[in-house]
């Protein structure tokens, strides 16, 4: 787990400082003798982001907040959690969508929302679904929603600056050249980062995983549970999946990676029963995980860690 820490911190340092140096390279183009101006129009971005995220966010899943005493058994789940992962109750949500999955976001662990879709509510048992919000919980303890949301900020600054450089750089008081090596240094590492994002993003679905394990579910359920989202997701029009591609990176799983993922998940389920049971995902645990090529590929381009090497990392934590 800490190595899993460790790693978001240098993460977070690396990042800055490549923003830190691209501004100042951009300064320095610019005859600014200092990079406040950039400086405070970044720290500008995030605050409009920190502040609107979560109404964009409702608005953009159809979050419908729960009433008191309104579906008693979902609210109960999520306070007993949140009394277990000792932080303030969130408020609890229902997202008008289809796709089977959850989500948690807020400004802050006083602010956190834990939502649910309409889909995942008939498809998941009580424990996997517990495993879920744990889950979900977990990123909310963590904090790790405001710093994703922070980090996702620097690729969008060097997009814009290699953007500017590119094609609007007043060519005729800097030179060409200088313009253009500044435009595609700022692309260059804007992709770079971009990686480094979705990386991070990776590590706190780790996170997360481990978190509600450590909230009393077992790795089996919600190993199970992912299954069952895997599995639903795949079942999905394709018109349901495109609909929530641009908020993915908030749900539990990626649903459009379902009907890929689901090829390789099937022969987990020995006996068929459409659940992952503590001795199937036992049977893991001596079993070595190999990713092609391929594989390889779309995790490095994904907000989610492969499928089947989160279920092998649940599996690590299944205890005889």
């Not at 979900?136 to 949301?149: A, G, P, Q, W």
Request: with cysteine.
């Amino acid at each position: 787990m800490w190595g899993l820490r460790l790693r978001m911190w240098l993460l977070t340092a690396v990042l800055f400082a490549i923003i830190y140096a691209i501004i100042s390279m951009v300064s320095y183009s610019l005859g600014i003798g200092n990079f406040y101006f950039y400086l405070i129009l970044s720290l500008v971005i995030m605050l409009v982001q920190y502040m609107l995220g979560p109404k964009l966010i409702e608005w953009s899943m159809q979050v419908r907040y729960l009433k008191a005493g309104e579906n008693q058994e979902l609210q109960s789940m999520i306070k007993s959690l949140a009394m277990a992962a000792n932080i303030p109750a969130p408020r609890i949500g229902i997202a008008r969508i289809s796709v089977p999955n959850a989500f948690a976001f807020g400004r802050s662990i006083r602010d956190g929302r834990i939502c649910v879709t309409e889909g995942i509510m008939g498809l998941l048992d009580r424990n996997e679904l517990r495993a879920v919000l744990g889950h979900e919980m977990s990123h909310i303890k963590n904090r790790d929603v405001l710093t994703i949301t922070l980090l996702s900020v620097i690729p969008i600054i060097l997009y814009r600056i290699a953007w500017q450089f590119l094609f609007f750089g007043d060519r005729r008081d800097r030179g060409q050249s200088n313009t253009m090596v500044v435009g595609l240094i700022a692309f260059l590492f804007y992709f770079l980062t971009n990686l480094l994002v979705l990386y991070a993003s990776r590590i706190r679905e780790y996170f997360a995983d481990k978190g509600s394990v450590e909230l009393g579910n077992k790795p089996a359920q919600l190993a199970s549970a992912l299954y069952k989202l895997v599995y639903g997701s795949a079942r999905m029009p394709k018109e349901a999946i495109k609909d929530v591609e641009g908020m993915k990176a908030f749900f539990a799983n990626d649903p459009s990676r379902a009907l890929y993922e689901l090829k390789s998940l099937k022969d987990l389920d020995l006996d068929r029963s459409g659940t992952i049971s503590d001795s199937e995902l036992m049977a893991l645990q001596n079993k070595t995980v190999k990713l092609g090529f391929g594989d390889k590929l779309m995790e490095l381009l994904s907000t989610h860690p492969n499928m089947l090497k989160r279920i092998k990392r649940l599996s690590q934590w299944e205890k005889a």
